[in-house]
């Protein structure tokens, strides 16, 4: 039995209309193929919530290379809802349980930097192959970004994650600025991500392990998604102060908020449909994280957006009207010229070719001053 097993959660937001369960091999090109297997969140104790999870150990261990630690296991979870779980489990020849809480954190912190950049490319090569192959249906980016046919990868910006220890009766205290909160059975809040769990940490009880870290892991899957609609929210905002003429439509933003806040009450209803103890370590883990005060900036952020964007719409409808109407004010003189040429033709039937092209030349001249002093006119009144 490992003394102390190190599991770093890292939720990535994505957002997807559907999982499609019958694809049942995903090949990752120069890295090999992987096989989703359908599964549950164990904690659920009335609906069942499924998951498509995929075993990411051997090209983890191929792509990855931490001094000291060894990848045990390396499992990505794949949420109904709009968020796919990366599961890091490590083992350290050092004994953890000689550092305090603070120490824990920094290495923890360390160890997540290199694990984000060593990984980064092998995550995205994951998930495009896994979008590829059809298993997400119709993958929603924000609007002002790239299109759905050019998605490479989530923005890192938005990825959070959490830091588990798994120790027989673990030692260590908590910070003394974390409120105290009823938890369920053997979890320990140790700081805001940073949890210690009371449980058997053999890596062969990975998938167990896995269940037990199901609260506070959806929890930071919620923090995620609302940090990814937010930095979504700012890019379209830094557009429209530079006035930049992007892919920025209302009705497609609202589109994808749409998409963004049902992921996200999808996976708030965990607070009811989990059993009893994960649902007050569930409620714990959003206290701590402040999960309710992230969700509020975003909600004000997110309507500023929309706000602007159809400010920007109607303005944008206005622009159209001036040009449209300046077209109509020009084709009515070229009307108007014509029918005068008409009038001249009929009026004057026998004149000389000289008088014929100075008519002609008047009508021209009058219909471009006529054109000029509309299409001014046009102009100043919109500005």
Same mark, same amino acid.
């Given at each position: 039995?490992?003394?102390?097993?190190?599991?770093?959660?890292?939720?990535?937001?994505?957002?997807?209309?559907?999982?499609?369960?019958?694809?049942?091999?995903?090949?990752?090109?120069?890295?090999?193929?992987?096989?989703?297997?359908?599964?549950?969140?164990?904690?659920?104790?009335?609906?069942?919530?499924?998951?498509?999870? &995929?075993?990411?150990?051997?090209?983890?261990?191929?792509?990855?290379?931490?001094?000291?630690?060894?990848?045990?296991?390396?499992?990505?979870?794949?949420?109904?809802?709009?968020?796919?779980?990366?599961?890091?489990?490590?083992?350290?020849?050092?004994?953890?349980?000689?550092?305090?809480?603070?120490?824990?954190?920094?290495?923890?912190?360390?160890?997540?930097?290199?694990?984000?950049?060593?990984?980064?490319?092998?995550?995205?090569?994951?998930?495009?192959?896994?979008?590829?192959?059809?298993?997400?249906?119709?993958?929603?980016?924000?609007?002002?970004?790239? /299109?759905?046919?050019?998605?490479?990868?989530?923005?890192?910006?938005?990825?959070?994650?959490?830091?588990?220890?798994?120790?027989?009766?673990?030692?260590?205290?908590?910070?003394?600025?974390?409120?105290?909160?009823?938890?369920?059975?053997?979890?320990?809040?140790?700081?805001?991500?940073?949890? /210690?769990?009371?449980?058997?940490?053999?890596?062969?009880?990975?998938?167990?392990?896995?269940?037990?870290?199901?609260?506070?892991?959806?929890?930071?899957?919620?923090?995620?998604?609302?940090?990814?609609?937010?930095?979504?929210?700012?890019?379209?905002?830094?557009?429209?102060?530079?006035?930049?003429?992007?892919?920025?439509?209302?009705?497609?933003?609202?589109?994808?908020?749409?998409?963004?806040?049902?992921?996200?009450?999808?996976?708030?209803?965990?607070?009811?449909?989990?059993?009893?103890?994960?649902?007050?370590?569930?409620?714990?883990?959003?206290?701590?994280?402040?999960?309710?005060?992230?969700?509020?900036?975003?909600?004000?952020?997110?309507?500023?957006?929309?706000?602007?964007?159809?400010?920007?719409?109607?303005?944008?409808?206005?622009?159209?009207?001036?040009?449209?109407?300046?077209?109509?004010?020009?084709?009515? &003189?070229?009307?108007?010229?014509?029918?005068?040429?008409?009038?001249?033709?009929?009026?004057?039937?026998? &004149?000389?070719?000289?008088?014929?092209?100075?008519?002609?030349?008047?009508?021209?001249?009058?219909?471009?001053?006529?054109?000029?002093?509309?299409?001014?006119?046009?102009?100043?009144?919109?500005?």
């Amino acid at each position: 039995m490992t003394d102390v097993l190190h599991v770093q959660t890292r939720a990535y937001p994505l957002h997807y209309t559907s999982l499609d369960p019958a694809v049942k091999r995903v090949v990752v090109p120069g890295r090999g193929e992987l096989y989703p297997v359908p599964g549950t969140l164990g904690t659920v104790a009335y609906n069942s919530e499924e998951t498509l999870d &995929v075993d990411l150990t051997d090209i983890a261990r191929a792509a990855v290379s931490l001094p000291e630690i060894t990848i045990v296991a390396c499992r990505i979870r794949i949420l109904a809802a709009g968020a796919v779980l990366v599961a890091y489990a490590l083992a350290h020849t050092a004994d953890l349980r000689t550092l305090d809480v603070h120490a824990l954190d920094e290495l923890d912190a360390a160890i997540n930097r290199e694990l984000r950049e060593a990984d980064r490319a092998m995550l995205r090569d994951v998930l495009a192959g896994a979008r590829q192959s059809g298993l997400f249906r119709q993958v929603v980016v924000p609007p002002g970004g790239a /299109a759905a046919l050019d998605w490479t990868e989530v923005d890192p910006r938005a990825v959070r994650y959490n830091c588990h220890f798994i120790a027989d009766r673990p030692s260590w205290s908590p910070d003394r600025r974390v409120p105290t909160l009823v938890l369920g059975a053997h979890c320990q809040i140790l700081l805001p991500y940073t949890y /210690a769990w009371d449980a058997d940490p053999s890596p062969e009880r990975f998938d167990d392990i896995l269940t037990m870290l199901e609260p506070a892991d959806i929890a930071v899957a919620q923090q995620s998604v609302l940090v990814g609609a937010g930095l979504g929210g700012r890019r379209i905002l830094t557009e429209l102060a530079c006035g930049t003429l992007g892919r920025l439509e209302g009705p497609e933003f609202r589109r994808f908020l749409d998409g963004v806040w049902a992921d996200y009450h999808r996976l708030d209803a965990y607070r009811v449909e989990s059993g009893q103890d994960h649902r007050a370590t569930y409620i714990a883990a959003r206290e701590t994280i402040g999960l309710d005060g992230t969700h509020e900036r975003a909600e004000k952020l997110l309507a500023h957006v929309n706000a602007s964007l159809l400010a920007e719409s109607s303005l944008r409808s206005a622009r159209l009207d001036g040009r449209l109407n300046r077209v109509a004010a020009a084709l009515t &003189v070229v009307a108007s010229a014509a029918f005068l040429l008409d009038i001249a033709a009929f009026l004057l039937p026998n &004149v000389s070719g000289r008088m014929r092209m100075a008519t002609v030349s008047g009508v021209a001249l009058l219909a471009v001053g006529m054109l000029a002093a509309t299409i001014f006119w046009s102009r100043r009144t919109e500005r």
